[in-house]
């Protein structure tokens, strides 16, 4: 009877609303985001209410990723406090890395500043412009119809399984902008959507340079073996050693990511019940193989509870 948190992506924008209502009645928010702030030198305003204005995308990202991190971070720090302490961790793309540090694989200075070299993009020789697309696909079609061989500059960058109804299968599509249109061009409108002001075919081979040229600093940052199960979403396996934290930071930015990997392998680990720690639209809009919370607000705290009581699960105690 295990509780599982989950944390989600960056990749779409999300509405800081119950984020700020969270750093406004909670201590552990609050002191989140000011040592953020404070590791990372980025101010404290844009990283809580998301409204800076940047010079590009990677910035964004940046800004955008620190700030998530902060939020479910403390937003986890406040479930702790209560009792609500996770036995199984893992997340999507940001989560994962967020999840690696509540496993404490990674203390939270080096998780920020590992996230503030995030995004580096060497020049490419190759002048195609990068896109992503969101994909709405029928149950019964095989995502890879749309990516990869059979479809040249195409690449799955996420796997998100099934919307909440069950009836479609969500999938991230990433590679060539003119390659994404042209497909999304062939299918039924609204099938294939892409995505305005993306400009960087994240989690796809086409990241390859920025994965190695994050080596560089990831390797000698101060991974140590997770004290929980840690779930990867790049493959269905409980990362366990530090070197494998490791190669999964390195890896992330290059390779596709799965909710159903997550997932599957916290059911495996016997999960009854997840939390889904912060604001994360896409996340909220899924099927899961087990009953889960979307703690994105302080007015999910009493959902929280009773679903614990309800589903009879056995809570640790907070080392």
Request: hydrophobic share 40%.
């Given at each position: 009877?295990?509780?599982?948190?989950?944390f989600?992506?960056?990749?779409?924008?999300?509405?800081?609303?119950?984020?700020?209502?969270?750093?406004?009645?909670?201590?552990?928010?609050?002191?989140?985001?000011?040592?953020?702030?404070?590791?990372?030198?980025?101010?404290?305003?844009p990283?809580?209410?998301?409204?800076?204005?940047?010079?590009?995308?990677?910035?964004?990202?940046?800004?955008?990723?620190?700030?998530?991190?902060?939020?479910?971070?403390?937003?986890?720090?406040?479930?702790?406090?209560?009792?609500?302490?996770?036995?199984?961790v893992?997340?999507?793309?940001?989560?994962?890395?967020?999840?690696?540090?509540?496993?404490?694989?990674i203390?939270?200075?080096?998780?920020?500043?590992?996230?503030?070299?995030?995004?580096?993009?060497?020049?490419r020789?190759?002048?195609?412009?990068?896109?992503?697309?969101?994909?709405?696909?029928?149950?019964?079609?095989?995502?890879?119809?749309?990516?990869?061989?059979?479809?040249?500059?195409?690449?799955?960058?996420?796997?998100?399984?099934?919307?909440?109804g069950?009836?479609?299968?969500?999938?991230?599509?990433?590679?060539?902008?003119?390659?994404?249109?042209?497909?999304?061009?062939?299918?039924?409108?609204?099938?294939?959507?892409?995505?305005?002001?993306?400009?960087?075919?994240?989690?796809?081979?086409?990241?390859?340079?920025?994965?190695?040229?994050?080596?560089?600093?990831?390797?000698?940052?101060?991974?140590?073996?997770?004290?929980?199960?840690?779930?990867?979403?790049?493959?269905?396996?409980?990362?366990?050693?530090?070197?494998?934290?490791?190669?999964?930071?390195?890896?992330?930015?290059?390779?596709?990511?799965?909710?159903?990997?997550?997932?599957?392998?916290?059911?495996?680990?016997?999960?009854?019940?997840?939390?889904?720690?912060?604001?994360?639209?896409?996340?909220?809009?899924?099927?899961?193989?087990?009953?889960?919370?979307?703690?994105?607000?302080?007015?999910?705290?009493?959902?929280?509870?009773?679903?614990?009581?309800?589903?009879?699960?056995?809570?640790?105690?907070?080392?």
């Open positions: 009877m295990a509780l599982a948190s989950i989600g992506t960056n990749l779409f924008q999300y509405e800081p609303d119950g984020v700020i209502e969270f750093y406004e009645e909670y201590e552990e928010v609050r002191e989140s985001f000011r040592l953020a702030a404070e590791w990372t030198d980025i101010p404290l305003e990283l809580l209410r998301q409204d800076g204005v940047y010079e590009d995308q990677g910035e964004r990202i940046r800004v955008t990723s620190v700030g998530l991190a902060a939020a479910q971070l403390g937003i986890q720090d406040v479930l702790r406090n209560k009792g609500l302490v996770p036995d199984v893992g997340g999507l793309s940001l989560g994962g890395l967020v999840a690696s540090s509540v496993a404490g694989a203390d939270r200075p080096g998780l920020m500043a590992l996230l503030t070299r995030g995004e580096h993009r060497p020049q020789e190759d002048p195609r412009a990068e896109g992503i697309a969101a994909a709405y696909l029928p149950l019964d079609q095989d995502p890879e119809e749309y990516h990869g061989v059979r479809r040249e500059g195409v690449h799955l960058g996420a796997d998100f399984g099934c919307d909440a069950g009836r479609i299968r969500l999938v991230l599509l990433a590679g060539y902008r003119d390659a994404l249109e042209k497909l999304a061009a062939e299918e039924p409108e609204g099938m294939i959507n892409v995505t305005e002001g993306a400009h960087l075919a994240v989690h796809s081979p086409l990241r390859k340079d920025a994965r190695d040229a994050s080596r560089s600093y990831i390797e000698p940052a101060p991974f140590q073996d997770p004290a929980l199960p840690l779930c990867s979403s790049l493959e269905r396996k409980t990362l366990t050693r530090a070197d494998e934290v490791r190669q999964m930071f390195i890896d992330n930015v290059a390779s596709p990511i799965s909710v159903v990997h997550v997932t599957e392998e916290m059911t495996r680990h016997q999960a009854q019940l997840g939390l889904v720690i912060g604001p994360s639209p896409v996340m909220n809009a899924l099927q899961y193989p087990f009953p889960v919370v979307f703690v994105d607000s302080p007015k999910a705290l009493p959902q929280v509870v009773s679903a614990v009581f309800e589903h009879g699960i056995r809570l640790r105690r907070p080392s």
